[in-house]
C-alpha cells in the first residue's frame, strides 16, 4: 500500500448550506493550534488534537458536557491564571477546572482522534462539530468515508473514489514506485479501462467549487475531477468502504506507468 500521509477519520456527509460559516478566531490563546484536514483548516490544541464544540452547549459560557460524555469528550483546559482574551473566555466547570470557551461556545477534544489531523469526532450523534476555519465544498452526491486509508472520498453511496497518477518504478529499490508527475488526466484511462475504472460523472448543471473542477469526456459528459485528478469508482468494490482499487497499477514502457490511488488529502 503506498500512502504520502495516513489519516483516521469518521463519515462526514456533504456540504450543505446549513454548515456553519468561515471562522476566523480575532485573536489567538496559548495552546491553539492549526491543521489542514481534508474537510478543511482546523483548529487543534498544542497537540494536534482536533477541537469540537457541541450544539448541546447554549452560547452561556456553560458546559452541558459532563459524566459519561467526558469518557469521549475532554475539555480543552485553560490555565487556573488564564484571563479572556478577544472572543476567547474561560469558563468554570464543576470540578473547579477552567475550560476554554470561543464566543461562548466550550471546545472539547475527541477520545477517538489518536493523531494530528484525526477528525473522527466530526458529525458525531449529529450534534459535535469540528471547530474550523471553513469547510471545503463537497459536490452533491460526494462524501467523506473512513477507509483502511482513512478519510477518503467516496459516492453518496459510500463506494470509495480513486484517482490515477504517474509513478516510475524504482529497480534499485524493489521496484518501490515513486511520484514523478501530475494526473495524467483522462487519457490515463480509456476503452477496455472503462470497465474496470467507471468515471464519477456530473450533472449537467454542476458548477465547480474550490478543489473541485469538472472535464469534459469524449462521449459528451462530464467527470469530477479534485485537484486536477479525475476521479472514478473501482468495479470490483463491492460494498461501501473497500478500497481493493488502491495499488493496482499499468505499466506503461517498462518503467512508469499509472498508479491508482484512493483520494484523500494529498
Known amino acids: 500500500m503506498l500512502r504520502r ?3 483516521s477519520a469518521a463519515f462526514a456527509l456533504a456540504l450543505s448550506p446549513s454548515v456553519r460559516a468561515e471562522i476566523a478566531p480575532d485573536a489567538r490563546i496559548a495552546g491553539l493550534t492549526e491543521q489542514k484536514t481534508i474537510f478543511g483548516a482546523a483548529f487543534a490544541d498544542s497537540k494536534g488534537r482536533t477541537l469540537y464544540t457541541f450544539d448541546g452547549d447554549a452560547e452561556t459560557g456553560k458546559s452541558a458536557c459532563a459524566g459519561a460524555c467526558l469518557v469521549e469528550w475532554r475539555p480543552f483546559p485553560a490555565p487556573r491564571i488564564a484571563k479572556p482574551v478577544g472572543d476567547w473566555t474561560p469558563i468554570a466547570r464543576d470540578d473547579g477546572s477552567l475550560q476554554w470557551a470561543w464566543k461562548g461556545k466550550p471546545l472539547y477534544t475527541y477520545a477517538g482522534d489518536l493523531a494530528p489531523t484525526d477528525i473522527n469526532g466530526d458529525g458525531a450523534q449529529g450534534k459535535w462539530h469540528a471547530f474550523m476555519r471553513a469547510r471545503e465544498p463537497l459536490p452533491a452526491g460526494v462524501a467523506v468515508r473512513t477507509t483502511e486509508l482513512g478519510p477518503t472520498f467516496a459516492t453518496a453511496q459510500g463506494m470509495t473514489l480513486y484517482m490515477v497518477v ?13 511520484h514523478v508527475g501530475p494526473s495524467p488526466g483522462i487519457a490515463a484511462c480509456a476503452d477496455d479501462c472503462l470497465r474496470t475504472w467507471l468515471p464519477l460523472t456530473a450533472p449537467a448543471d454542476a458548477k465547480p467549487a474550490g478543489d473541485w473542477t469538472l472535464i469534459d469526456r469524449p462521449d459528451g459528459s462530464r467527470q469530477w475531477a479534485w485537484k486536477g485528478n479525475p476521479l472514478y469508482t473501482y468495479a470490483k468494490d463491492e460494498k461501501p468502504g473497500d478500497a481493493l482499487g488502491e495499488g493496482n497499477h499499468t505499466l506503461i514502457n517498462g518503467i512508469t506507468g499509472y498508479f491508482w490511488e484512493a483520494a484523500n488529502l494529498l
Open 166 to 178: 504517474q509513478y516510475r518504478w524504482n529497480a534499485a529499490a524493489n521496484n518501490t514506485p515513486r
Open 5 to 7: 500521509i495516513a489519516f
